[in-house]
């Protein structure tokens, strides 16, 4: 911040912060000790303040292994070193213990006022290490520029930051795409996702050892379509003419489609928002052609399968079904997604310029790429089916004290349905649903549960069903 504040004088170029566009510049008008006046470029006058910086790195009594207090080290050294690149702080305080967690919280409060880049080209920059000065105004602004001439991609060094377009843009992605920057030397062409897709490779190939490519962000950011374009490119480059129908790269690019399907729903911020995190591993040859991959999914959100709220829907697959041909609808026993109770908690069933029906039978094509049987795929949709009768169950108070039975025939209906899809006794399925067992060291006691208890354990069964079904 000293030296950011001794470069900002009276007329300087200035960032300032603004709660309606974030960033707002202007031009110093006074500074009065730590009061300066601005006048921004809408012609409004702020007043600020330069208000001193504290980081504290919160330390706890909890005693770590000698390496562990060596990475929080070099984290707290690497801290440093970043708020001292960008120069926004006057007042720098930082309190260490030899005791400290790996988690730790930063606390800062930072200054209101940032000089303002004067010499800045046009178009942006296409690497942020560019800029003078690397503070957060200077690098949406940056992002924004380049983002208005449709410029989705910038660098940070090797880091590359996407900004999500929002719109379909097949020119970026196409094979003549690909084509230019397979081989290309990194930071010879535009930032661009198949770049650092390229230099994983060439580094892997080169080099003999593995690489990882890191995608994060918030929902809605693009990982998910970050991460599919990275698979394109690799397929591209590792791909070969396999001999039998489908190839390796087929399979890793198809499974993408059926992962969605099952683990995708619509959420308020994203129509197709991913509700797993998921971990993919390309296997290459020595030649760096693509031999295998494997992808390990983690923590589904297991709570959407009997909970939504309005606007959002459930997983994908749920009204894939419900639009499936009609002898499938007929043979699963559905009916429409606003009959059954895990779905008609939110209004919302269809999306705009999504065709349930056509998704279905390209989810089914995916899944015979990848090698899902017939008999599997029968399976998988069996226990999708079963989960929405399961959620129609409704039960009644029974007979005895604190116990429940199946409201009416339509839950009846529902649950013999349930059984038959899942091949299991109706008996033994209504009695896991409204009979809890207790295990002592010294016998096995059978509880009856009273219709809240039994809503409950058959969310947790609809649950444990449906989690099970995405591990396998
Ligand atoms: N490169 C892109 N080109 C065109 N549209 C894109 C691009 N990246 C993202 N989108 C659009 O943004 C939407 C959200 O992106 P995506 O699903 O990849 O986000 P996400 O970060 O994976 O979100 P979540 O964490 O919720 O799963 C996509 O459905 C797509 O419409």
Not at 247 to 270: D, H, I, W, Y
Request: glycine share 6%.
């Amino acid at each position: 911040m000293q030296a950011a504040t001794e470069k900002i004088t009276v007329g300087s170029q200035v960032w300032v912060a603004d709660p309606s566009v974030a960033w707002i510049d202007g031009e110093m008008l006074k500074i009065d000790g730590t009061e300066a006046e601005i006048r921004t470029s809408d012609g409004k006058k702020v007043s600020c303040s330069y208000a001193p910086i504290s980081i504290f790195i919160l330390s706890t009594n909890f005693t770590i292994s000698s390496e562990k207090k060596a990475g929080c080290q070099l984290c707290a050294c690497k801290l440093i070193e970043f708020m001292d690149a960008i120069q926004s702080f006057n007042q720098f305080q930082l309190l260490t213990s030899l005791t400290f967690r790996h988690i730790y919280n930063v606390v800062t409060k930072l200054s209101k006022v940032y000089p303002k880049e004067m010499d800045y080209p046009d178009g942006g920059v296409d690497d942020m290490t560019k800029l003078s000065y690397l503070h957060e105004p200077g690098v949406l602004h940056n992002l924004a520029i380049r983002y208005e001439r449709d410029k989705l991609y910038t660098y940070t060094g090797n880091i590359l930051i996407a900004v999500n377009p929002f719109q379909s843009l097949p020119h970026l992605y196409d094979a003549h795409m690909m084509e230019k920057y397979k081989g290309a030397e990194f930071g010879d062409l535009s930032p661009h996702v198949f770049a650092i897709a390229e230099i994983a490779f060439r580094e892997m190939v080169n080099g003999g050892k593995s690489n990882s490519i890191l995608v994060s962000g918030e929902s809605g950011a693009g990982k998910t379509e970050t991460t599919k374009m990275l698979m394109r490119y690799l397929a591209h480059v590792g791909g070969h003419k396999g001999t039998e129908g489908r190839t390796v790269e087929q399979q890793v690019l198809e499974s993408n489609p059926v992962l969605e399907a099952f683990g995708n729903a619509k959420t308020v911020r994203n129509n197709n928002s991913s509700r797993f995190g998921k971990f993919v591993e390309i296997q290459f040859d020595k030649r760096g052609r693509i031999s295998g991959a494997a992808i390990r999914t983690y923590l589904l959100e297991r709570s959407r399968v009997c909970q939504i709220s309005d606007p959002e829907r459930n997983y994908h697959c749920f009204y894939l079904l419900c639009a499936a041909p009609p002898e499938e609808v007929k043979k699963y026993k559905l009916g429409d997604p606003t009959s059954f109770h895990y779905l008609n908690q939110s209004n919302c069933y269809e999306l705009v310029g999504v065709n349930d029906a056509h998704d279905y039978l390209a989810t089914r094509r995916a899944m015979d790429t990848i090698g899902i049987s017939q008999k599997e795929q029968d399976a998988i949709f069996r226990v999708v089916a079963s989960i929405l009768h399961l959620g129609n169950l409704e039960f009644a108070k029974g007979e005895e004290i604190d116990s429940a039975i199946l409201k009416d025939e339509k839950s009846k209906f529902h649950l013999q349905v349930t059984a038959e899809l899942l091949m299991c006794d109706l008996h033994a399925l209504e009695d896991s649903l409204l009979k809890r067992l207790m295990v002592t060291p010294e016998e096995v006691i059978k509880r009856s549960l009273d219709p809240q208890g039994a809503t409950f354990s058959r969310d947790s069964l609809a649950k444990t069903l449906y989690s099970r079904l995405f591990d396998w």
